[in-house]
């Protein structure tokens, strides 16, 4: 009897992409609200750092598009 041969992917368990905000390292969090690019690399961030980041006074965002739009970004969270 011939066996079937397994397909290099077939087995694998899909990678569930974790949280990678900046501000807080040690979030496993992989239920992903958003991405931000944060010093050139496109991070995503967890509802709950989300959150957190909406409610304190950090501010970011490119230089050219700070100085056009006049001033700070800011963010919001539909609740």
Known sequence: MRMARKTPLEGLKPVRERCRNPWNG????TDIQLYIF???EKLPICAK???EICESDLEWGEDRF???????YKCSMNR
Request: hydrophobic fraction near 25%; charged fraction near 25%.
């Open 26 to 29: 040690s979030c496993e969090n």
């Open 49 to 51: 750092c989300w959150g």
């Open 66 to 72: 700070a100085r056009a739009a006049g001033g700070r």
């Open 38 to 40: 944060y010093r050139g």
